[in-house]
Every structure is written in structure tokens, then in C-alpha cells.
T-cell receptor
Framework: AQRVTQPEKLLSVFKGAPVELKCNYS??????LFWYVQYSRQRLQLLLR??SRESIKGFTADLNKGETSFHLKKPFAQEEDSAMYYC???????????FGTGTRLTIIP | EAGVVQSPRYKIIEKKQPVAFWCNPI?????LYWYLQNLGQGPELLIR????????DSQLPKDRFSAERLKGVDSTLKIQPAELGDSAVYLC????????????FGEGSRLTVL
């Protein structure tokens, strides 16, 4: 079974401060991990995926198989980062995408 | 351009009434998904299509929910009869085929059952 846990429902951070959104997963095989974001009044969209190892809008995420984590990080928060963030997992060769419950990030000016 | 158009955006009905949602992909995608999102929760898969075939409908409550994807393009999701607990946002998404996990979502259809 696939499971994604995001322990924080709400997270408030001051502008310019570092941000870390936590994500832990449970999967017996080799997972593929993703972060999706939903800005106010916009549709859910892909932010980044671990296989591409890229930085999008200053965000990065490293897959830690030992800790089964895929935390999302940004060194300096910006007001436009306020949004709902969902961590998601897909098993290798499995098209099913399982989402966590999400974290609402609020950047305080 | 990838993505889907969903309709209606909002629907309010009384319990025991039927309701239908439509999903129209903007461009061709083999894989189409219907997700359910309850308030404060992440999206949960209801059904996944590969072309016209439903390849994963294990989470679809088949006693009241039904779905179809005609000609492997547009899709409909129906609830009959609706219950109070069906109040949620119904999301349609399409996949890019070659990249697992990269889904393009619609804006969703918000259902309120009174």
C-alpha cells in the first residue's frame, strides 16, 4: 500500500525566513515523489518531482530513502509562496498517484 | 497545451437527486483520472482510464457512482442518488503518458448536497 503523510496542516513563516514542508511516505518498492501546489483560486499543478532534481521557484526537495522523507525546502520565503502544498507518491511502473493531506503555507509579510 | 475543462464548476442539489460532471481534455491524453477531494484532505483517486478502459476503479463506490470515457477522450462522472457525504470537489486530471505522476488538473466541480 502507498501512503503519504504531511504532519503539518498549517505552517506560517515570515518573509525571508527559511521554509521546510515535511513529507513522509510508506511504500515497499522504489517510489517516485512529487510536490504539487495550489495557489489561491488556481488549479492544482505540479511543482517539482524528485527524478528531475531541479529547483522550481527556489524550492528543492531531496528524497531520503533511509528516513522515507521528501521534505520541500526554500531558503528565503516570498509572499507569493503562500499556497496549499501536497506531497504525492507514485510507485515505479504504477500510474496511481497518492496524495498527502496537504500543508497550507502562509508567508507573513 | 495540456489540461482539462470541467463543468459545472459548482452544483447544489438535494440528497437523493442525481448529478453528473463532465471532463473535457484540452488535448489528447491517453490517461484520465477522476479524484475526490474532501474539505481539508488531499485528492483521492476514484477511477483511472487508459483510453476507453477503466484500469483502476477499485475506489469508486459502484452502488451509486458511475463513470464513462467515450472514444477515449471526454469523460463523465455520475452520482445517483447523491448523499450528504458526497459533498466535495471532484477533480479531473490527465496524464502526459511518458512521465508518471505529472498530472494536469482541471479546476474541479464543487458539489454541495443538502
Amino acid at each position: 500500500a502507498q501512503r503519504v503523510t504531511q504532519p503539518e496542516k498549517l505552517l506560517s513563516v515570515f518573509k525571508g525566513a527559511p521554509v521546510e514542508l515535511k513529507c513522509n511516505y510508506s511504500y515497499s518498492g522504489s517510489p517516485e515523489l512529487f510536490w504539487y501546489v495550489q495557489y489561491s483560486r488556481q488549479r492544482l499543478q505540479l511543482l517539482l518531482r524528485h527524478i528531475s532534481r531541479e529547483s522550481i521557484k527556489g524550492f528543492t526537495a531531496d528524497l531520503n530513502k533511509g528516513e522515507t522523507s521528501f521534505h520541500l525546502k526554500k531558503p528565503f520565503a516570498q509572499e507569493e509562496d503562500s499556497a496549499m502544498y501536497y506531497c504525492a507518491l507514485s510507485g515505479s511502473g504504477n500510474e496511481k498517484l497518492t496524495f498527502g493531506t496537504g500543508t497550507r503555507l502562509t508567508i507573513i509579510p | 497545451e495540456a489540461g482539462v475543462v470541467q463543468s459545472p464548476r459548482y452544483k447544489i442539489i438535494e440528497k437523493k437527486q442525481p448529478v453528473a460532471f463532465w471532463c473535457n481534455p484540452i488535448s489528447g491524453h491517453n490517461t484520465l483520472y477522476w479524484y475526490l477531494q474532501n474539505l481539508g484532505q488531499g485528492p483521492e483517486l476514484l477511477i483511472r482510464y487508459e483510453n476507453e478502459e477503466a484500469v483502476d476503479d477499485s475506489q469508486l463506490p459502484k452502488d451509486r457512482f458511475s463513470a464513462e470515457r467515450l472514444k477515449g477522450v471526454d469523460s463523465t462522472l455520475k452520482i445517483q442518488p447523491a448523499e450528504l457525504g458526497d459533498s466535495a470537489v471532484y477533480l479531473c486530471a490527465v496524464g502526459d503518458g511518458g512521465v508518471a505522476g505529472e498530472l494536469f488538473f482541471g479546476e474541479g466541480s464543487r458539489l454541495t448536497v443538502l
